[in-house]
């Protein structure tokens, strides 16, 4: 590098040429690689802003009318993203309510799968939880209930409130008590507080001492 700039003008074009001779190729090929490594970013960055906001559109819509097709293009097109996790929870609740439990149990269970790989705790999965806990307490699938929760590290007040409501069911008095115990702990909400100590003082099974 040294020679190169001692050298005089002609040589230094001399020189510049000669590796220009050598390398052109793979200056060539670096220099489109970069441009089509940056037109690729700026597309997929593009293409992903359109689709999130086109999403976003059509469950803002959803949400307005309260279509269901809008709702099944969501799922259908952008299955995998969060705003069809958003319609699976909507329409799970639209078709308990229409007493199609096997229906809102299958979307409730895609959403807790979807979400089943996220390290920190996942609001998603702990409302889907929740509202397949409800179906099954529900439909008496007391041990589906405790299955449920066996696998889920952060169990919610909510959670552990309906963990002891199967204990109870099945029997399971002291562990429904701590369980109990452990959403009242958990809680910061008055009226599920008041709630729960009904349930702790309502227990069978339990020696008085």
Same mark, same amino acid.
């Given at each position: 590098?040294? #020679?190169? *700039?001692? &050298? ?8 510049? @040429? ?7 190729? +793979?200056?060539?090929? &670096?220099?489109? =690689? ?32 309260? $279509?269901? $097709? ?19 929870? %909507?329409? &799970?609740?639209? /078709? *308990?309510?229409? !007493? ?6 299958? @979307?409730?269970?895609?959403?807790? %799968?979807? #979400?089943? /790989?996220?390290?920190?705790? %996942?609001? +998603? ?7 397949? =806990? ?8 007391? !041990?589906?209930? @405790? ?12 959670? +552990?409130?309906?963990? =002891?409501?199967?204990?109870? =069911? @099945? ?11 452990? &959403? +009242?702990? #958990?809680?910061? /909400? ?11 003082? $309502? ?7």
């Amino acid at each position: 590098m040294a #020679n190169f *700039f001692s &050298a005089s003008q002609e040589e230094q074009q001399e020189i510049l @040429l000669s590796f220009w001779q050598r390398f052109k190729y +793979l200056i060539i090929f &670096a220099f489109v =690689a970069i441009v089509l490594s940056i037109v690729g970013s700026d597309y997929i960055t593009s293409s992903s802003q359109e689709e999130d906001f086109e999403t976003a559109s059509l469950y803002q819509s959803y949400l307005e009318t309260d $279509d269901q $097709d809008a709702g099944k293009r969501i799922i259908d097109t952008y299955s995998d993203s969060v705003y069809a996790d958003f319609v699976r929870l %909507n329409e &799970a609740k639209r /078709n *308990f309510q229409n !007493n199609d439990s096997s229906k809102a149990i299958e @979307l409730l269970k895609t959403v807790i %799968n979807n #979400n089943a /790989n996220a390290e920190e705790f %996942n609001p +998603l999965q702990a409302a889907a939880k929740i509202r397949l =806990a409800k179906i099954y307490l529900d439909n008496q699938d007391f !041990n589906e209930v @405790l299955s449920l929760f066996e696998s889920t590290d952060q169990l919610t007040s909510t959670m +552990l409130e309906q963990k =002891a409501d199967a204990e109870n =069911a @099945l029997g399971q008095f002291n562990k429904a008590r701590a369980s109990y115990m452990l &959403a +009242l702990q #958990n809680s910061t /909400n008055q009226s599920s507080m008041a709630l729960i100590n009904m349930k702790i003082s $309502d227990l069978e099974g339990e020696e008085i001492e």
